[in-house]
T-cell receptor, first 111, second 113 residues
Framework: RKEVEQDPGPFNVPEGATVAFNCTYSNSASQSFFWYRQDCRKEPKLLMS???SGNEDGRFTAQLNRASQYISLLIRDSKLSDSATYLC????????????FGTGTRLQVTL | AAGVIQSPRHLIKEKRETATLKCYPIPRHDTVYWYQQGPGQDPQFLIS???????DKGSIPDRFSAQQFSDYHSELNMSSLELGDSALYFC????????????FGPGTRLTVL
């Protein structure tokens, strides 16, 4: 079983739709949580950090439930440019600790 | 804004050859990480350096070694290359003091023939 689990999708949604991605992690010692997006053959780009209080950045909202070890990402008013793979990522304790990636959820936004 | 720089961007090698990948972190970032991403896979952590000392180690083969230099750039040295080493190699850096968020470079695409 992978340490970070995501539904691989693909999620095919029309422009303007709201879409939600979920993720679970198994290591209760994980300290930091992120969503990255990755376009084909490009580097992962940090989309947002995820906090227990929840956080919002424009059309994007992330939530963390430590008790359930569950992370979510909500994208409102989807744009064509949102089409990418969304990676759920956790970081362990300690300085310079590794990131552990989920397998990613593929999103395709269509006209 | 300045980003992580990696060189070369593409590299083609024969089996059993050696390769050196270079990474220049974002200015004022003191921590560097290396990841390997095979086709259709998620990035896998190889090794990290903090203040020029190895900090954490993942699934890095013994044939690979890495170091961080006084200017904080890092090099990943790969010897006795195998076909299975063909992958995208990403370097990431993170800033003090928290060093939580990691910012990735564009990657080096290594092809072993």
């Amino acid at each position: 079983r992978k340490e970070v689990e995501q539904d691989p999708g693909p999620f095919n949604v029309p422009e303007g739709a709201t879409v939600a991605f979920n993720c679970t992690y198994s290591n209760s010692a994980s300290q930091s949580f992120f969503w990255y997006r990755q376009d084909c053959r490009k580097e992962p780009k940090l989309l947002m950090s995820v906090y227990s209080s929840g956080n919002e950045d424009g059309r994007f909202t992330a939530q963390l439930n430590r008790a359930s070890q569950y992370i979510s990402l909500l994208i409102r008013d989807s744009k064509l440019s949102d089409s990418a793979t969304y990676l759920c990522v956790v970081n362990g304790a300690g300085t310079a600790s590794k990131l552990t990636f989920g397998t990613g959820t593929r999103l395709q936004v269509t006209l | 804004a300045a980003g992580v720089i990696q060189s070369p961007r593409h590299l083609i090698k024969e089996k059993r050859e050696t390769a050196t990948l270079k990474c220049y972190p974002i200015p004022r970032h003191d921590t560097v990480y290396w990841y390997q991403q095979g086709p259709g896979q998620d990035p896998q952590f190889l090794i990290s350096f903090y203040e020029k000392m190895q900090s954490d180690k993942g699934s890095i083969p013994d044939r690979f070694s890495a170091q961080q230099f006084s200017d904080y750039h890092s090099e990943l040295n790969m010897s006795s290359l195998e076909l299975g080493d063909s992958a995208l190699y990403f370097c990431a850096s993170s800033p003090p003091p928290s060093r939580n968020e990691q910012f990735f470079g564009p990657g080096t695409r290594l092809t072993v023939l």
